[in-house]
């Protein structure tokens, strides 16, 4: 069973379009997370959160916005998406309880954006 | 910030040789070090990782060596196997265990264990 699943896990779409990839875990963790992943450049944070209630901003959030809709879901929208978009994404999620800060990433979704 | 480099981008080895994969990390704060390892396909996984008050550690065939000094650190696996072909990532982190303890990712090694 995967303990964090992605959808779409693959998606082509045109610049100006609004996507959205959705995020859910069942891993009971508070913690989730949005990464972009592009060649040569690693995992970047695009959002995270710590409970419903608290989201915030990573490294790279500009044209990204996020939505926690409960425990076990996040959502990252891009409200028009433009070519450089085009990435893998990956969530996260972590439970800062067991004392280290591992990330358990889902699958990934790539996206396209013609 | 915290920066993360990490070389080579890619390294192709015979199945049974050893692979080391080499990063340095800007922060001096910094005291976790993980390693994910990311297969075709799927999301990374966590493979081992070392605390800052450690130089080494080891599990199986793979280790883990820190140079606080130099802030370095290096992952090594030996007799590699088919398997082992994946893109692997460093990370630094400033790990306090409450507040939110930022990971910082490398840019990746691509890994090929040729049969």
């Known amino acids: 069973d995967a303990d964090v699943t992605q959808t779409p896990r693959n998606r082509i779409t045109k610049t100006g379009k609004r996507i959205m990839l959705e995020c859910s875990q069942t891993k009971g963790h508070d913690r989730m997370y949005w990464y972009r992943q592009d060649p040569g450049l690693g995992l970047r944070l695009i959002y995270y959160s710590f409970d419903v209630k608290d989201i915030n901003k990573g490294e790279i959030s500009d044209g990204y916005s996020v939505s926690r809709q409960a425990q076990a879901k996040f959502s990252l929208s891009l409200e028009s998406a433009i070519p450089n978009q085009t990435a893998l994404y990956f969530c996260?999620?972590?439970?800062?309880?067991?004392?280290?800060?591992?990330?358990?990433f889902g699958p990934g979704t790539r996206l396209t954006v013609l | 910030g915290e920066n993360v480099e990490q070389h080579p981008s890619t390294l192709s080895v015979q199945e049974g040789d050893s692979a080391v994969i080499k990063c340095t990390y800007s922060d001096s704060a910094s005291n976790y070090f993980p390693w994910y390892k990311q297969e075709l396909g799927k999301g990374s996984q966590l493979i081992i990782d070392i605390r800052s008050n450690v130089g080494e550690k080891k599990d199986q065939r793979i280790a883990v060596t820190l140079n606080k000094t130099a802030k370095h650190f290096s992952l090594h696996i030996t007799e590699t196997q088919p398997e082992d072909s994946a893109v692997y990532f460093c990370?630094?982190?400033?790990?306090?265990?409450?507040?939110?303890?930022?990971?910082?990712f490398g840019p990746g090694t691509s890994l090929s264990v040729i049969p």
């Open positions: 990370a630094a982190s400033i790990s306090r265990g409450t507040s939110y303890d930022k990971v910082i």
């Open positions: 996260a999620t972590s439970d800062p309880g067991q004392g280290i800060n591992e990330q358990f």
